[in-house]
């Protein structure tokens, strides 16, 4: 499964996410069957994330670059260098990290997780 999920994820990288791509992939690899892969260490949105293939969120940044795109390019358009930002219900950070690179060395970022 693990090889199944670098091409897809390789071939996710040339072609984007064209309509019915996420669709033909979740039948390809579902989250359910990789369980035994563990963590797999990207460097997605030039941050570095420790993702589960195993679970929504890290099978989408393992299989697609990204989770929740459109909430992407929101914190790039309105979070500033030099911002502060909060990330309540940070999970497993994924949002966190990329309000810390939209704020910079001189922005603060606060995350906190049930």
Not at 32 to 37: A, L, N, S, V
Not at 59 to 87: K, M, Q, S
Request: with cysteine; aromatic share 8%.
């Amino acid at each position: 499964m693990r090889k199944t999920i670098e091409i897809l994820a390789w071939v996710s990288s040339v072609i984007g996410k064209p309509p019915g791509w996420e669709r033909l992939v979740r039948l390809i690899a579902p989250p359910e069957r990789c369980r035994d892969i563990g963590e797999i260490c990207l460097m997605r949105d030039g941050v570095m994330f420790l993702a589960q293939p195993s679970v929504p969120l890290g099978w989408n940044v393992a299989l697609f670059g990204t989770y929740e795109p459109y909430f992407r390019d929101i914190i790039r358009a309105v979070l500033p260098a030099g911002g502060v930002a909060l990330d309540i219900g940070a999970n497993v950070g994924w949002h966190t990290l990329l309000m810390a690179r939209s704020v910079g060395e001189t922005g603060r970022v606060l995350a906190a997780e049930a």
